[in-house]
């Protein structure tokens, strides 16, 4: 069986959760099937993957228009493929017109849904509407679509209703426990303006609505003052909500000490690290499929603090391996909470009673890590993505 592999994200250009994904999955497959993968940018030394540029003449264009021409490549380059696996919006379309021209089912893993992140129109303008419909027309069409939690499966069928339900499949995110394990690393750590001796929460995330992050900071303002604040944050969606959250920082400066802002990519080695020196991992997100994050702070045997939205609740154990935040959100995709002063207060307390036994929160971490290696592995979610695969030939 030949499986091709359609993705915007993959090593070494990896910003976000489909492309670990994406890289976790293609890694074992190898091992059981012939993967070509099939990916945006520059070329790359990996053997079996090509990448595609976008076209030269549609260089200066709308970003979602630059993205339908790189998947007009990908859809011409699967020639001779037994199935094609898309992920995210940006590779649907390439997917849904590859299963057309060469007569093979297209499969495709729901990562996050354009309905549900409306802000997009800040970042693409005209663009989300046509992302928007290349993904609909993708999941009407696909002969197999995977979510990846019960949560997300609900979502999508929610959002398109004309999806046959017996064709989504529930397939977690995974985790790799042997590149992500805690590390103890003082000296790393303080290099990077943390205090390994105070106790600390923890983000890591991309700057972008979804991620909750301007919530976290009004919360913060409310911890106590003993607690630091690291955000590993970075590759903002606009420069509208970078500035919204360079000011929240700015004002959390002038009121409190421990806020350590970084801002760069760092590397696993060194995120090990900082998240191993953390007391509690914070997920502050108002939509989040799964959140590959949370199980990589649970690989790290950190406890987790996330909000009970999405696929977290799937992943985040409440009271065993950290702590759910509730949240009641307004129903326009948005995922805005009903009453914002309230899921701040909330996630607060929450933070802060993490914080307040460090002998609690070391023990959640470690039930995190074994709910991780019990629930999360590779080899697990390549086999069920396997059976997926199988139903459509």
Not at 24 to 37: K, P
Request: with cysteine.
């Amino acid at each position: 069986m030949r499986v091709d592999v359609l993705s915007r994200e993959y090593p070494p250009d990896v910003y976000g959760g489909a492309g670990v994904h994406v890289q976790n999955l293609v890694e074992v497959l190898r091992s059981r099937i012939d993967v070509e993968v099939r990916t945006f940018g520059e070329p790359r030394d990996e053997r079996s993957v090509t990448a595609y540029p976008e076209p030269e003449t549609l260089s200066g264009a709308n970003a979602a228009l630059r993205t339908f021409g790189v998947d007009l490549g990908i859809a011409a380059g699967c020639a001779g493929t037994d199935l094609v696996h898309s992920h995210t919006w940006y590779a649907n379309l390439a997917g849904h017109l590859a299963g057309l021209l060469h007569g093979v089912p297209h499969v495709l893993t729901a990562h996050s849904l354009e309905p549900l992140r409306p802000w997009k129109a800040e970042q693409l303008g005209g663009g989300y509407a046509l992302s928007s419909w290349a993904e609909k027309t993708a999941y009407e069409s696909a002969s197999a679509v995977i979510a990846v939690s019960a949560g997300m499966r609900d979502d999508i069928l929610r959002c398109y209703p004309s999806v046959d339900p017996a064709r989504v499949r529930v397939v977690h995110n995974g985790i790799d426990l042997a590149g992500w394990t805690r590390t103890e690393d003082e000296a790393t750590v303080r290099g990077l303006g943390i205090d390994p001796d105070r106790p600390s929460v923890v983000f890591v995330g991309r700057i972008t609505r979804q991620k909750g992050l301007p919530y976290l900071l009004r919360a913060a303002a409310l911890l106590p003052p003993e607690i630091q604040l690291v955000l590993c944050a970075g590759a903002p969606d606009t420069p509208e909500i970078m500035a919204e959250v360079s000011g929240l920082v700015d004002e959390l400066r002038r009121t409190r000490e421990g806020v350590v802002w970084i801002q760069r990519m760092l590397p696993r080695d060194e995120l090990c690290a900082v998240l191993s020196a953390a007391t509690t991992f914070v997920c502050p997100s108002v939509y989040e499929p799964l959140g590959i994050v949370n199980l990589e702070a649970m690989a790290c045997q950190v406890a987790v603090v996330g909000t009970a939205t999405g696929g977290i609740p799937e992943v985040v154990d409440d009271g065993v391996t950290g702590l759910l935040v509730p949240i009641e959100q307004v129903d326009d995709g948005t995922g805005t909470p009903l009453d914002p002063d309230r899921f701040v207060a909330d996630l607060a307390a929450a933070l802060t009673d993490a914080c307040s036994d460090t002998e609690r929160a070391r023990a959640w971490g470690r039930a995190g890590h074994e709910r991780a290696e019990k629930h999360f592995s590779w080899e697990a979610i390549a086999e069920t993505t396997l059976e997926v695969y199988r139903s459509v030939l």
